[in-house]
């Protein structure tokens, strides 16, 4: 089944007890053992199973092509899961441009269990070789990257990472498995903010690993079951519903983005504009090749300052001053004191992240409504 199809018919078969279409929310903490073994369908405890929770993981496996898909209550409860398969002592090379929230993890969390970072320039395979060290266990990308949109190269960084045996993870949010599938290009591993684009309406908060490898569904499920953070019957039902979507969705989203893209290249009052669509972004061959459209997200350079900056953001009146981003609305955010405030200013400014940077999430309105939008907030700047 192509992908369309996948997303409406995988793991969400009619309900063979009542006949309904649509797998059903089990609003429930507990399953009756018909005896005391364990029961051969394997619900015994929510935390530890759930049939609508299972659907949705059958499902955004099978948009990824993979064996495994694991549920989680937020992103970042995905993201520390992956803390379970490293130990103390060991290290991990992360991308330099990555989500705040990321950060912070490697800031707080891996410092209390004995992991140590180090951030490397991945347009450059030899800043990343140069960054693995003897203790080195995991490579972690991210791409397209969150603010600034860098495309990296995911074939040759996951082999330069497999000849050092480490764990390849990469955070596949900003792409969704509709525009790219990095565990066909080697990734062990692939994480998602379900809250983005694959809920894409705004309204949940949820997080996936998801990969083939069968030597990490062990340890990775005992962080799921055994961490506790799972994704909520109800929940896991509403992102059901919006993966049934991801793919029209997508391409509006794409299309809309890249109209925007060009618009704003060619206005006066913007500086630069970060879009793989666009044929100046130093990785648009390169995302040409590995991904299938170039996605919603969009970094903007505007010509002012901070003051001009918040002149513009509080001007629009479609694009929502929010954070997030993925929805099917369009919002602006400011990365310095929102997707990336974890940074201190000097980390912020070694990535690019300025006081006339902002970020554009591109939704499915009508792209000429929003463009006018961008227009009259543009001409508010001097």
Known sequence: MRFETRAIR??????????????PIYATSNFVRPTIEHPEKGYTYSRIGNPTRAAAEQCLASLEN??????????MAAEVALLGLLRPGDHVVCTRDVYGGTVSMWKKLAPQRGISVSYANMLDLNAVADAIQPNTRMLWLESPTNPLTYVLDIRALTALGHEHDLIVVIDNTFAT??????LEMGVDVVVHSATKYLGGHSDILGGALVFNRDDLYEPLSIQQAVGGAILSPFESWLLLRGMKTLAVRMRA??????????YLAEHPKVERVLYPGLPDHPQHA????QMRD???????????????????????????????????????GFPATMSHESLSPDEQAARGITDNLVRLSIGIEHVDDLIADLEQA?????
Request: proline letters at 6%; hydrophobic letters at 40%.
């Open 66 to 75: 993979a064996k495994y898909a694991l549920l989680f209550a937020s992103g």
């Open 177 to 182: 498995p509709y525009l790219q599938n990095p």
């Open 378 to 382: 543009l001409a508010t700047l001097p």
């Open 294 to 332: 170039f996605g919603g997200m969009i970094a903007v350079y505007l010509k002012t300052d901070r003051v001009g900056t918040n002149q513009f953001c509080t001007s629009l009146r479609l694009f929502n001053l929010a954070g997030s981003l993925g929805g099917v609305e369009s919002l602006v």
């Open 253 to 262: 989203h794409c299309e809309n983005a890249t109209k925007i893209a060009r």
């Open 286 to 289: 390169l995302a040409k090749q």
């Open 10 to 23: 995988v793991g969400q078969e009619p309900d063979p007890t009542t006949g309904a279409v649509i797998v």
